[in-house]
T-cell receptor, first 118, second 114 residues
């Protein structure tokens, strides 16, 4: 079975400051990892994903996440946030192995609300 | 444009009434999912379907029912047996055969039952 822990439920930060949203996972099999973003009253949008290869993945809007296998983490970072980054962020995993009981199912963390203040 | 549509955006019902939420996708995905979102509780899986005419219960299926008669459609019925139906409902779809199985989400339906 898999589980995902997002260590902070809320992260307040001032505009133009750096931010890190933490995500740790537990799994007995290898997983794909995702970060989704949800703006108020909207659905979730895929922000970035780690499949294999380079452990650092980047999104088009300046976010990046680093996969750390030894620490089973996939923390999300941005060097300088904007007011428009205010949203809820979800970390999720799914098994890579086809035929696993959770194939295709996303296991989500509880979410982290990023509050960017002017 | 390919995507997932959910209708309506907002839905109001009286207690004791069944209500059906619509979810349609034109992404040619085999798998579809329904989630419930409550403040501070993240997303919880209600039902999912990996193929037409087949579906499985998720973590909180009690009080809900689904059907999957067409690949494009996966409606969710919130029955009167659901004790606390007021929530934000999200539908998603994904490929069930092509990794990494990333899910694409609809805009959601906010259901209020009074």
């Amino acid at each position: 079975a898999q589980s995902v822990t997002q260590l902070d439920s809320q992260v307040p930060v001032f505009e133009e400051a750096p931010v890190e949203l933490r995500c740790n996972y537990s799994s007995s099999v290898s997983v794909y990892l995702f970060w989704y973003v949800q703006y108020p009253n909207q659905g979730l949008q895929l922000l970035l994903k780690y499949l294999s290869g380079s452990t650092l993945v980047e999104s088009i809007n300046g976010f990046e996440a680093e996969f750390n296998k030894s620490q089973t983490s996939f923390h999300l970072r941005k060097p300088s946030v904007h007011i428009s980054d205010t949203a809820e962020y979800f970390c999720a995993v799914t098994p890579t192995l086809y035929g696993s009981s959770n194939t295709g199912k996303l296991i989500f963390g509880q979410g982290t609300t990023l509050q960017v203040k002017p | 444009d390919g995507g997932i549509t959910q209708s309506p955006k907002y839905l109001f019902r009286k207690e004791g009434q069944n209500v059906t939420l619509s979810c349609e996708q034109n992404l040619n995905h085999d798998a579809m999912y329904w989630y419930r979102q409550d403040p501070g509780q993240g997303l919880r899986l209600i039902y999912y379907s990996q193929i037409v005419n087949d579906f499985q219960k998720g973590d909180i299926a009690e009080g809900y029912s689904v059907s999957r008669e067409k690949k494009e459609s996966f409606p969710l019925t919130v029955t009167s047996a659901q004790k606390n139906p007021t929530a934000f409902y999200l539908c998603a779809s994904s490929s069930s055969t092509d990794p990494p199985y990333e899910q694409y989400f609809g805009p959601g339906t906010r259901l209020t039952v009074t």
